[in-house]
């Protein structure tokens, strides 16, 4: 069930790295024996089975796609090294790696000219486009829908910058009546679009949002740590494909590739499209970028030691598989949205069930239905646990009740959020296991409203 064979490629990478340095003075790494590495790492092994399985297609819950096997053995390589992305004296190679492998993220957005690098994840890519916000911004306010992730509010709180919250829309997209209204009254540094929100895959209206800008002068940046890849995927709807098409002249962007990007986790990054704000980052060191007067990759990022193994990682997938559309990689991101797309259509046909709008990406939301929002979401919670049981792995959101309205019926409502099923169909596999899905979710389904009584 999990990979092994590439283990081989491995051994033979590992072979060539270790020819790289043979002209070294030999010596006994001071290390346990092999004996007892191979107990620990049982140990280790018997510990991780306590996991849902994460890489089955059947594990259709949270944002969890597995690496490529070549980003997880170019990983693992680079560890033999350890190389540290703050300084070109710790990894020289891999910044160089990471250089080039965030150059072709950008291109896909259209920057050739730009300033960007890798980070721990989505949250620090956007704490660092929010306190370059707050630098050129100071004493404004940062917006973001009320279905944005919710570490923008806590970042900004970390920054001391002022945040408030946009209602959203029947899509689960910011209310674009409400925006124009609160950036009218002013103070407004910062609006936060999201490209394929958590919950529900989401996207902000950002050419309604641009319009905006161009009249109020606030930045804007693109929350794309999710969604960020499906700019290369040939499948989408026409307001999504509208966001694609302009996201090119925001000012910063988020995108994650330990998401859609086929990397461990975590692996963020952040764009830039003013390579001027580089500026901001400047600060003195009397010990780290004296040993070349090429940049260093801390000169511009808040962190300060990366593991430059994710740069490795990331460098090995895309020459594997380019960022281009129509290529293998841009393939798969259309199969997952096509699964999302089958799997929200027998949903929304079968009377078992309560759907809220169409998916944008590959992510959708459903309940079973009930007479009411409490008692929907009671039996969401129960479908959750009887398709756990025959091997069906969902997640559990809760939504404002305004997304359901449309399909709500005589349901009382008597609950402002409602308790709901969502499935991240984000695994190219996923096409080919739609029905499977289908019978497994419609048969706990089943099972659960024959015992409501």
């Excluded at 699964?339 to 459903?366: H, N, R």
């Excluded at 009411?372 to 559990?396: D, I, P, Q, W």
Aim: net charge neutral.
């Amino acid at each position: 069930m999990l990979d092994q064979e590439s283990l081989n490629a491995l051994r033979e990478a590992l072979r060539i790295l270790d020819a790289g340095f043979a002209k070294l003075p030999t010596y006994t790494p001071n290390a346990p024996r092999v004996e007892q590495i191979a107990e620990a790492l049982s140990a280790t092994a018997e510990r991780l089975k306590d996991n849902y399985p994460y890489f089955h297609p059947l594990y259709a819950g949270q944002m969890l796609k597995p690496p490529h096997p070549v980003a997880r053995m170019a990983y693992a390589l680079a560890m033999w090294i350890n190389p540290n992305n703050h300084a070109l004296d710790g990894g020289r190679a891999t910044s160089a790696m990471e250089k080039e492998a965030v150059a072709e993220i950008a291109a896909a957005f259209g920057w050739k000219n730009f300033l960007g690098h890798l980070c721990g994840g989505g949250t620090m890519a956007s704490l660092e486009a929010l306190w370059v916000a707050g630098q050129l911004q100071p004493g404004k306010k940062i917006l973001a829908s009320k279905q944005a992730h919710y570490t923008h509010q806590r970042i900004s709180g970390v920054l001391q910058l002022a945040f408030e919250s946009v209602p959203t829309d029947a899509l689960g997209r910011m209310d674009m009546e409400a925006l124009a209204k609160r950036v009218e009254r002013g103070n407004v540094g910062t609006v936060v679009a999201t490209v394929g929100t958590t919950a529900t895959g989401s996207m902000d209206p950002l050419p309604e949002i641009l319009e905006l800008r161009a009249k109020h002068g606030f930045r804007v940046h693109a929350d794309a740590a999710y969604g960020g890849y499906f700019i290369l995927a040939e499948n989408l709807g026409k307001d999504t494909r509208s966001t694609f098409e302009q996201i090119g002249i925001v000012d910063s962007i988020v995108i994650d590739p330990h998401k859609h990007g086929l990397q461990p986790y975590g692996c963020g990054c952040v764009l830039f499209r003013d390579p001027g704000v580089g500026r901001l980052y400047k600060h003195n060191s009397p010990y780290t970028y004296f040993s070349s007067a090429e940049l260093h990759l801390g000169e511009i990022s808040l962190e300060c030691s990366r593991p430059g193994a994710a740069a490795a990682a990331l460098w090995a997938t895309q020459r594997l598989l380019p960022l281009k559309k129509g290529g293998e990689f841009a393939r798969g991101l259309e199969q997952g949205r096509k699964s999302a797309l089958a799997l929200f259509e027998k949903v929304k046909a079968d009377s078992q069930f309560l759907t809220a709008f169409a998916p944008e990406l590959d992510i959708l939301v459903f309940a079973p239905r009930g007479n009411s929002v409490s008692e929907t979401s009671t039996l969401s919670r129960k479908v959750f646990e009887a398709a756990a049981k025959r091997g069906l792995h969902l997640a559990v959101a809760e939504l404002p009740i305004h997304f359901w309205e449309n399909n709500l019926g005589g349901m009382k409502r008597d609950r402002e959020r409602l308790t709901c099923l969502r499935s991240v169909l984000m695994k190219p596999e996923h096409l080919e296991w739609v029905e499977r899905i289908w019978e497994l979710l419609s048969a706990a389904t089943a099972e659960v409203l024959a015992l409501r009584t």
